[in-house]
């Protein structure tokens, strides 16, 4: 990605425990756990960005965006 100005991806590997996090499911979600839930870490290396992990595996990784990003990320996936 020459010339690019996007951050590098992050992400919160398996088995980092997120203090004092809470998880929010998609409203979009059913009862079979096919969605996304996110948080928002209040302090440490992550505080400021937004976690999203895979509701069936929430012990799994999570991926980390920065507000702006996550902004963008669901208005693309809105337009379509």
Do not use: Q
């Amino acid at each position: 990605m020459s010339g690019s100005s996007s951050a590098p991806c992050r992400s919160i590997p398996a088995g980092t425990d997120l203090h004092d996090v809470r998880w929010l499911r998609s409203s979009y979600s059913t009862g079979a756990n096919n969605c996304v839930e996110t948080a928002r870490p209040p302090a440490g290396p992550w505080a400021g960005l937004l976690a999203v992990r895979d509701s069936k595996v929430p012990a799994g990784p999570a991926l980390l965006f920065s507000p702006e990003s996550w902004a963008r990320f669901t208005a693309a996936v809105h337009r379509g």
